[in-house]
């Protein structure tokens, strides 16, 4: 289903929408603004993709049991020793 609607641009965003136009790269003004909202719509849908995951990776952690934790001095005494020492 397409829908017409109006739309306002600023002089910068006309001059590009028609440039690209001109070039080829759309094939009208508003199969470039079409483009445009569907980057958008593509952008937000990974955004909550990976903020979903983050979310379940913090619940995940938040969850592990304090005895499950990884000892900072042990893990990192390997690295420490072959540092240069100031």
Do not use: C, W
Request: net charge negative.
């Amino acid at each position: 289903m397409t829908v017409k609607t109006t739309l306002s641009f600023t002089d910068r965003h006309h001059r590009f929408l028609q440039e690209q136009v001109d070039k080829g790269v759309f094939a009208t003004t508003s199969a470039g603004v079409a483009s445009a909202v569907e980057r958008l719509i593509q952008d937000e849908e990974t955004r909550t993709v990976m903020l979903d995951a983050l979310a379940a990776e913090i619940r995940n952690r938040a969850a592990t049991p304090p005895q499950d934790y990884v000892d900072e001095d042990a893990t990192f005494a390997a690295v420490f020793d072959d540092l240069p020492r100031a």
